[in-house]
């Protein structure tokens, strides 16, 4: 019995560089982007999320301050759940409990209230600072406890059952405008006008000094400890600064932003940074050699961004962007049976504005009834013999190409895939038809005995492909042989030697595109190895303070 004659595969060679890295592909799927307007059109200047936390009774919410106003939005909706009005001043630093019952807010006026999620109600207020209260945040690991930093340049801890803070951090010069609880530790660290970052230690025999500073070149906008512990990143200008807490020093310093970085935030469970800018860009940050992996651009100063984790895996589910302008920016990103149903309204909707919605139909018609018919035969109960009889469907009429190459017509299997009415004109035909020729060593053989007419199609593909690096090695071979055989009759036929002219021309062309590209990357480098040590950026210096002593 003759064995079964099996289709030529196509051939599949090493993608070229791709235009979207698979970084950019993750964070261009934040879609279906919802811009909400504050009610006054004030900036929106704090977004904070608790952690996740599956067990809680108000898991999967979110807190937006902007004006006099904060607001509680949910996370599996993006729908607007709660508002806290209750602020004499512009409020600041609305931050849900980590297990969401519980909502801390201050205020211009230096009040802090702590509110009950549910009711609305207050149940704690506390009004020792006399200055503006820019950050309020709570513990990670104790409920009870939370922390504040202000514009009278202290930094402060408070205990809910408490009617006073429980202690004062003072040390700073400046505007204390920014602040965090380090993991792991039961350190806290801020950012203050005074251009400084100080860690400071609750257990320290006395709470008016630091142990830790590291000075910067300009105000702290925002700091931002990393789940390990050991990192705290710290945005100074246009720069972030990389704090190692172990070693006590800087260990790298971000220059790729253009004005002032005002928010930084973790993504995908703390191997991502994100970072916003008053330049309107959202840049993402890798955490091993902190470059840039993907990028947004906004049509406003940035003051706040978030990307808010929900499920006890905490995945990435939105990116949430305040602006200046007072828009709150929403882009969710959709997994599963979301994503698969985003998708084919997509090419619904694709098929629709192109007018091919009839075919769409019926190609989905056929999936469903595929999909059912493997569904019954799954449902089929245990003990039940099913036979499945060989394949009785029409078999896949063999492409005339291929049936001219299993039966040794090779020129004219060439033909076939070069020719203008081709049912397989793509270049991807080609080359495997030309490879095929080529391991068959019949390359030559279905070259030979041409015109001026037939060499046509073949010089077009040679100009076509001449720059892809991935057809090099059939190119040659295919343009060596067409020098070998019609070279010599160049001089007899104009239009065979304007063809050979062409094909020089065009080399030649590409040689000196080539030389000029080697030439100018030489001269870049040149540059940027000026620009680089020019421009080289002055690390913040640190000192460090143990229990009455002063290590440099």
């Known amino acids: ?32 982007q919802l811009a909400i307007p504050t009610p006054t059109g004030v900036p929106v200047t704090h977004i904070t999320a608790p952690l996740a936390n ?17 607001q509680i939005y949910s996370a ?19 931050d849900i409990r980590p297990d969401g019952r519980v909502l801390v807010a201050s205020e211009d006026s230096g009040k802090i209230q702590v509110f009950d999620v549910k009711s609305r109600a207050v149940l704690r207020t506390w009004t020792q600072h006399r200055q503006p209260v820019w950050t309020t945040k709570f513990s990670p690991t104790d409920p009870t406890v939370l922390m504040s930093a202000s514009d009278d340049r202290s930094v402060r801890l408070w205990d809910l059952p408490s009617a006073e803070s429980t202690a004062v951090f003072l040390g700073h010069s400046d505007y204390v405008r920014s602040g965090a609880f380090v993991p792991v530790s039961n350190l806290l660290v801020s950012g203050s006008y005074d251009s400084t970052v100080r860690l400071w230690d609750p257990r320290t025999p006395t709470s008016s000094s630091s142990i830790m500073t590291f000075n910067h070149h300009a105000p702290i906008e925002d700091v931002l400890p990393l789940a390990s512990g050991t990192t705290v990143l710290a945005s100074a200008g246009n720069q972030i600064s990389v704090l190692d807490l172990v070693a006590a020093k800087p260990r790298h310093v971000i220059t790729n932003h ?58 990435d589910r939105h990116l949430a962007v305040g602006m200046q302008s007072g828009v709150l920016s929403l882009r969710t990103r959709l997994t599963g049976h979301e994503a698969t ?19 769409h139909d019926k190609a989905k018609n056929k999936r469903e009834k595929k999909a059912a018919a493997v569904k019954r035969l799954d449902m089929v109960g245990e003990g ?28 004219a299997a060439l033909d076939g895939v070069l020719a203008p009415t081709s049912k397989h004109p793509d270049s991807w035909t080609v080359l495997t ?74 080399v030649m062309r590409e040689l000196e595109r080539a030389r000029k590209a080697v030439e100018t990357s030489g001269m870049i480098d040149a540059v940027v190895t000026a620009l680089l040590y020019l421009l080289a950026p002055k690390l913040p210096t640190c000192t460090r303070i143990g229990y009455g002593k002063v290590k440099q």
């Open 1 to 32: 019995m003759a064995a079964e004659v099996t289709p030529l595969q196509r051939l599949r060679l090493p993608s070229g560089p791709s235009a979207i890295t698979a970084e950019q592909k993750y964070w261009r799927s934040f879609k279906n």
């Open 54 to 70: 599956p067990t809680g009774e108000n898991h999967g919410l979110f807190a937006v301050t902007a004006g006099p106003r904060v």
């Open 76 to 94: 599996k909706t993006r729908k607007l759940v709660k508002t806290f009005t209750r602020f004499g001043d512009n409020a600041r630093s609305g």
């Open 258 to 315: 253009q004005k002032t970085v005002t928010s930084l935030s973790i993504a995908s469970n703390g191997s991502r940074v994100v970072a916003a800018s008053l330049d309107g860009h959202v840049k993402m940050y890798e955490t091993t050699g902190w470059n840039v992996v993907a990028g947004a651009k906004y049509p406003s100063p940035i003051l706040a961004v978030r990307v808010i984790a929900t499920g006890a895996s905490g995945d």
């Open 341 to 359: 149903r985003q998708h084919e309204r997509e090419k619904e909707m694709k098929a629709l504005l192109a007018g091919t919605i009839a075919t």
């Open 384 to 411: 039940v013999d099913v036979v499945i009889a060989n394949d009785l469907s029409r078999p896949k009429r063999e492409p005339p190409w291929q049936k001219d190459l299993r039966h040794g017509h090779f020129r």
């Open 433 to 506: 038809v030309l490879v095929a020729l080529r391991h068959r060593s019949a390359l030559r053989t279905a070259l030979e005995g041409r015109n001026e007419v037939t060499l046509q199609p073949i010089f077009k593909w040679l100009l076509s492909h001449m720059v892809d690096s991935r057809y090099m090695s059939v190119w040659m071979d295919t343009a060596t042989h067409l020098l070998d055989l019609y070279a010599e009759f160049a001089d007899d036929s104009a239009e065979l030697d304007a063809t050979f002219a062409a094909l020089g021309r065009r």
